[in-house]
């Protein structure tokens, strides 16, 4: 599934369906977000709507601009694609595990 940025409403749709049940996940007109719950691994993804995203994992950290959003198949990645910039973000295998409890 993919989308350009005019397509924010859509986007939200689907990252709250990425992320729901995994953890905290905020959207709101400008921008959305998704922060792991402790003690799980310490991760989160930001994205707004003007193309920019925040992203964090353990041992690194991004901050760039996007254009378009591909959302992975069985929703366990996004991947997030600019003129010079191509990032993929994954669900840890530890947060992913939450699906299968429900």
């Not at 193309?51 to 198949?73: C, K, Q, T, Y």
């Amino acid at each position: 599934m993919e989308y350009l940025l005019a397509d924010w409403g859509e986007i939200g749709a689907q990252f709250s369906t990425m992320f729901s049940g995994l953890g905290k996940v905020e959207l709101t007109e400008n921008h959305l977000s998704f922060t792991s719950n402790a003690p799980l691994v310490a991760t989160g993804i930001l994205l707004t709507k003007e193309g920019a995203l925040i992203a964090s994992m353990p041992l690194h950290a991004i901050d760039s601009s996007f254009e378009r959003v591909v959302f992975g198949e069985g929703l366990e990645s996004i991947r997030l694609i600019g003129p010079m910039f191509d990032y993929t973000y994954s669900i840890p295998s530890e947060i992913l595990a939450l699906r299968n409890t429900d």
